[in-house]
C-alpha cells in the first residue's frame, strides 16, 4: 500500500479534496445544531418533495419483491423508459444497449472516467464547474484541464477557448448546460460552434451533463449537442438522472446514453464497483420518467420566480453584481466590488472563501465560495428554498455588504 503523509489515504485519494459544497452544508447543519438561526443557501437540491406517483410505485415495488439484484446497468423497464425519454424530449435514437443507469449522474460520470481514462489522458472542464468534476478525473487517473470561462463569456465555452485547450492527450470535452455553479445554459447555435471545433479532432468525446435540463427559463429552450450535431454521436455520451428534475436526490438514479462500446466498457466497472443501482429506486425512476410530466413546467416557474428574486435582491446589495442565469437553481454572483473591504470587527474581505467565512459568521447565511468552482471571486448561492427564507436571506446579504467598509 503506497503511503502518503497523513499514513493511511492512498497516493490517488490524497489528490483529491473533500466536496466544498457537501462540507458548507455540514457546516451549516452544526450551527443550527448549536441553536444558531442558519440559512443553508448550499446544497444542490430541490426543496419540493418527490411526486407521489413515483412514491408509490416504489412501495408497489416492494410489495412485488422487487428487491434483488436487477441487470448491473439498469431494468430493461428502466432503460426503455430512458430511450422513450431521450425520444420524446431530445429527439434522440438510442437503443436499450446504448443505455447505462448508476446510483446518481455523478456514478455515471465516474464510470465512463473510469472506463476511458489512462495515466495522463486529459479532461477539458469549462470553469466554473461542478466541483466534482476536475476530482472525479483525478480519482480515475486523469488530468483536469480547467478552462476558464469569464462572465463576459456569459461562462460558457468558446469555440477558441476549446480549440486552444485541446491536446494530443484530449480525451473528453465535459459540458454541463444548464450549469451548476452559473446556471448559465449554451444556445444551439453556441453548441454548433463547438462542434464544428470538434469535428476537426476526431479522438475528443464529449461528455454532455443535461441534469439540469427541466429547470430553464424564459425564453431559452434547452438543447443538448447530440441533437444539432448527429455526425458526432458516435462519440458523446449524453448523461442525465431523476434527481433535480424529479426532487429525486435521495434515490440514487442517473442514466446516460452512449455509444454501445463505451456502455459496455462502463457495465464492466459498475460490475466490479456498485453491481445495479437500488431496485426500488428504478422503479420508481421507471414511473418518474414514463407517469405525467405536467409538474415540471409548474415546478420551473416556481424556480423562475425565485430567479428573479433572488437577482434583483443581489444586485441591489451593495458591491454585489448578479447575472440573471437561463437555468439550474444556482446564481453565481461577484463580489469584485467588496475585495480589499473590511468588517466592522476590523478583517479584509480579501477572497470569495473569506466573504463566505464572515457571511456565514455574521448573517448566519452559508453560501459556497467561487474558488471551489475554479472561478474567483464569485459566490454559489442555490436558489432551492421557499421565497420566504430567500428573501430573508438576500435581506440578510444586503446588509453584510452594507456593512462592510
Ligand atoms: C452538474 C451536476 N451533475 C451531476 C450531479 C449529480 O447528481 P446525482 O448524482 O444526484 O444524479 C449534480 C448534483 O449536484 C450536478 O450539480
Given at each position: 500500500m503506497s503511503q502518503t503523509a497523513s499514513g493511511l489515504e492512498s497516493a490517488t485519494l490524497a489528490r483529491v479534496k473533500p466536496s466544498p459544497t457537501l462540507a458548507v452544508t455540514a457546516r451549516a447543519r452544526e450551527l443550527k445544531r448549536e441553536g444558531r438561526d442558519i440559512i443553508g443557501l448550499g446544497a444542490g437540491e430541490p426543496d419540493f418533495d418527490t411526486p407521489e406517483n413515483v412514491k408509490e410505485a416504489a412501495i408497489a415495488a416492494i410489495r412485488r419483491g422487487e428487491t434483488k439484484y436487477t441487470d448491473v446497468d439498469g431494468i430493461p423497464e428502466l432503460k426503455q423508459a430512458i430511450v422513450s425519454k431521450f425520444k420524446r424530449e431530445n429527439d434522440l435514437d438510442y437503443a436499450s444497449n446504448q443505455?447505462?443507469?448508476?446510483?446518481?449522474?455523478?456514478?455515471?460520470?465516474?464510470?465512463?472516467?473510469?472506463?476511458?481514462?489512462?495515466?495522463?489522458?486529459?479532461?477539458?472542464i469549462p470553469a466554473p464547474y461542478w466541483v466534482s468534476y476536475p476530482d472525479m478525473v483525478l480519482l480515475a487517473g486523469g488530468e483536469p484541464v480547467v478552462v476558464a470561462c469569464p462572465e463576459a463569456d456569459g461562462f460558457r465555452l468558446t469555440a477558441a477557448a476549446l480549440?486552444?485547450?485541446?491536446?494530443?492527450?484530449?480525451?473528453?470535452?465535459?459540458?454541463n448546460s444548464?450549469?451548476?455553479?452559473?446556471?448559465?445554459?449554451?444556445?444551439?447555435?453556441?453548441l454548433e460552434a463547438l462542434a464544428e471545433v470538434l469535428r476537426r479532432y476526431p479522438d475528443v468525446w464529449v461528455l454532455t451533463d443535461d441534469i439540469y435540463e427541466h429547470l430553464t427559463y424564459g425564453d431559452y429552450r434547452f438543447v443538448t449537442i447530440g441533437q444539432i450535431a448527429a455526425d458526432l454521436m458516435d462519440r458523446i455520451l449524453t448523461v442525465n438522472g431523476v434527481s433535480k428534475a424529479y426532487a429525486m436526490t435521495g434515490w440514487r438514479i442517473g442514466y446516460a446514453g452512449g455509444p454501445k462500446p463505451l456502455i459496455d466498457l462502463m457495465r464492466k466497472v459498475a460490475g466490479q464497483t456498485t453491481t445495479n443501482p437500488a431496485s426500488i429506486s428504478?422503479?420508481?425512476?421507471?414511473?418518474?420518467?414514463?407517469?405525467?410530466q405536467d409538474f415540471l413546467p409548474e415546478r420551473a416557474a416556481a424556480f423562475e420566480r425565485r430567479r428573479d428574486l433572488v437577482v434583483s435582491m443581489l444586485n441591489q446589495a451593495k458591491g454585489l453584481r448578479c447575472a440573471r442565469p437561463d437555468g439550474a437553481?444556482?446564481?453565481?454572483?461577484s463580489i469584485e466590488g467588496l475585495i480589499g473591504k473590511r468588517t466592522p470587527a476590523g478583517r479584509e474581505i480579501t477572497s470569495d472563501g473569506a466573504f463566505a467565512a464572515e457571511l456565514l459568521d455574521a448573517e448566519g447565511v452559508a453560501v459556497v465560495q467561487g474558488e471551489a468552482f475554479g472561478l474567483s471571486p464569485y459566490f454559489r448561492i442555490s436558489y432551492a428554498t421557499?421565497?420566504?427564507?430567500?428573501e430573508d436571506a438576500c435581506g440578510r446579504i444586503q446588509r453584510f455588504c452594507a456593512s462592510l467598509d
Amino acid at each position: 500500500m503506497s503511503q502518503t503523509a497523513s499514513g493511511l489515504e492512498s497516493a490517488t485519494l490524497a489528490r483529491v479534496k473533500p466536496s466544498p459544497t457537501l462540507a458548507v452544508t455540514a457546516r451549516a447543519r452544526e450551527l443550527k445544531r448549536e441553536g444558531r438561526d442558519i440559512i443553508g443557501l448550499g446544497a444542490g437540491e430541490p426543496d419540493f418533495d418527490t411526486p407521489e406517483n413515483v412514491k408509490e410505485a416504489a412501495i408497489a415495488a416492494i410489495r412485488r419483491g422487487e428487491t434483488k439484484y436487477t441487470d448491473v446497468d439498469g431494468i430493461p423497464e428502466l432503460k426503455q423508459a430512458i430511450v422513450s425519454k431521450f425520444k420524446r424530449e431530445n429527439d434522440l435514437d438510442y437503443a436499450s444497449n446504448q443505455i447505462h443507469v448508476a446510483p446518481g449522474g455523478k456514478s455515471v460520470i465516474y464510470n465512463a472516467f473510469l472506463a476511458t481514462l489512462s495515466a495522463g489522458d486529459q479532461v477539458i472542464i469549462p470553469a466554473p464547474y461542478w466541483v466534482s468534476y476536475p476530482d472525479m478525473v483525478l480519482l480515475a487517473g486523469g488530468e483536469p484541464v480547467v478552462v476558464a470561462c469569464p462572465e463576459a463569456d456569459g461562462f460558457r465555452l468558446t469555440a477558441a477557448a476549446l480549440e486552444a485547450a485541446i491536446t494530443p492527450r484530449t480525451r473528453w470535452l465535459l459540458i454541463n448546460s444548464p450549469s451548476n455553479p452559473t446556471g448559465a445554459a449554451y444556445s444551439a447555435a453556441e453548441l454548433e460552434a463547438l462542434a464544428e471545433v470538434l469535428r476537426r479532432y476526431p479522438d475528443v468525446w464529449v461528455l454532455t451533463d443535461d441534469i439540469y435540463e427541466h429547470l430553464t427559463y424564459g425564453d431559452y429552450r434547452f438543447v443538448t449537442i447530440g441533437q444539432i450535431a448527429a455526425d458526432l454521436m458516435d462519440r458523446i455520451l449524453t448523461v442525465n438522472g431523476v434527481s433535480k428534475a424529479y426532487a429525486m436526490t435521495g434515490w440514487r438514479i442517473g442514466y446516460a446514453g452512449g455509444p454501445k462500446p463505451l456502455i459496455d466498457l462502463m457495465r464492466k466497472v459498475a460490475g466490479q464497483t456498485t453491481t445495479n443501482p437500488a431496485s426500488i429506486s428504478q422503479w420508481a425512476a421507471v414511473e418518474a420518467l414514463n407517469g405525467p410530466q405536467d409538474f415540471l413546467p409548474e415546478r420551473a416557474a416556481a424556480f423562475e420566480r425565485r430567479r428573479d428574486l433572488v437577482v434583483s435582491m443581489l444586485n441591489q446589495a451593495k458591491g454585489l453584481r448578479c447575472a440573471r442565469p437561463d437555468g439550474a437553481f444556482y446564481v453565481y454572483p461577484s463580489i469584485e466590488g467588496l475585495i480589499g473591504k473590511r468588517t466592522p470587527a476590523g478583517r479584509e474581505i480579501t477572497s470569495d472563501g473569506a466573504f463566505a467565512a464572515e457571511l456565514l459568521d455574521a448573517e448566519g447565511v452559508a453560501v459556497v465560495q467561487g474558488e471551489a468552482f475554479g472561478l474567483s471571486p464569485y459566490f454559489r448561492i442555490s436558489y432551492a428554498t421557499s421565497d420566504d427564507l430567500l428573501e430573508d436571506a438576500c435581506g440578510r446579504i444586503q446588509r453584510f455588504c452594507a456593512s462592510l467598509d
